[in-house]
Every structure is written in C-alpha cells, then in structure tokens.
C-alpha cells in the first residue's frame, strides 16, 4: 500500500483497532490462476504469534480456497472513509488551485494462509464469529441454536482459513497534509454531512 509518511501509522494499537472494528475484510490471494478475492468477515486471535492470527471461512465451492496460494496472502481492513472537496480549502477563494480528494483509514494483514476442513476447528472459527457479531444484540443466537447434525452439514460445506500476520501495513489519510484551519473546515464539513461515515471520519482529523 502505497503510504507517504503523513498517513503512515505504525501504532499496533491502533492497527488491531481498526482490524477489530472492520466487520467484513477482502481476503486476497494470487495463484497459479490469477489474483483471488472473498469479502469475508474475520476475527483477530491476538493471542498467537507476533502480530496475531486471522480466522474465517470460506465456501468449500469457492476456488481460493482450493487454489494454492503464491507468497503471502492480503488481508485488507477499511474503516471510515469520505470525499473531501476542495471547497473547503482556503487556497479554493485565494487561488483556486485546489482539487478533491478521500480520507481515509486502512490496515493491510499479509502472512501465509492456511485452509483447513477439520470439523472441531471449523466449529470453533464460526462460532466465535457468531459471538462476537451476535453479542451486542439483546436476544443473541448462537450456534448451539441449530440443531448439531444440521450445524455439522453446514460445515461441511465450508473451509476454514488461518492466516498468522507477518506483517502490518497502516495508513490513516485524514488531511494531515493540509493546513490546520483546512483541517479544521474538512472536520467541520464533514460532521455536518447525513452520512454517518462522513461524520465519522471528520472526527477523526487531527485538530
């Protein structure tokens, strides 16, 4: 990921933070068959390894999952983004030499990824996906919900994914290379907008 110094972020806080807040990734992959990609929602065992481990699952019909791997896989994490016009530059009444850009915030996962079918860790990988999406609800369903045999034939329909992280890649592209009275009128905009990942990025900006 292409990341000028100004976006760069190096905080492993903050990069585990915004993995943990992304509710679904794009899993990446290239093979003997080209470049491979899933939206897929994953969990962070932070727990395992340097950088932590991700886990998911994908459909056992999807050909990633049965296509080796070359190199590491990609593991990408957006979180809030928005359009930034220019109007909201000073330079746009002094100069005009101003153009649009996005803001922005992202964490690139690479490590090499492993497939696995086994039944017990498949049910473990779902069914901590089912909790940590299903536990802010009031009435949260869980996998023991279903009955076994109609759970343990929806497993077999999958395969499950780890992926231990070797490496992070952050960037947090929220106008710090603007002026702060142009910060101050992008935040400003921003929080003004309908869109409430308008807003939440405006919040963001460094002031």
Known sequence: MYTPPAFRDDDSDSLRATIRAARLANFVTATADGVLATPLPLFLEESEGEHGVLYGHLAK????????A???ALAIFMGPDAYVTPSWYEAKQESGKVVPTWNYVAVHAYGPVEFFDDAV?????VTRLTTLHEGARAAPWAVSDAPPDFVQAQLRGIIGLRLPITRLEGKRKLSQNRSPADRAQ??????ASDRATDRETGALIPL
Not at 62 to 68: D, L, W, Y
Not at 121 to 125: C, E, F, I, N, Q
Not at 186 to 191: E, N, R, T
């Open 70 to 72: 070359l190199g590491d």
């Open 186 to 191: 992008v935040s400003a905009g921003l929080a």
């Open 61 to 68: 019909a999807n050909p990633q999952g049965r296509s080796a």
């Open 121 to 125: 860790r498949l049910l473990d990988v």
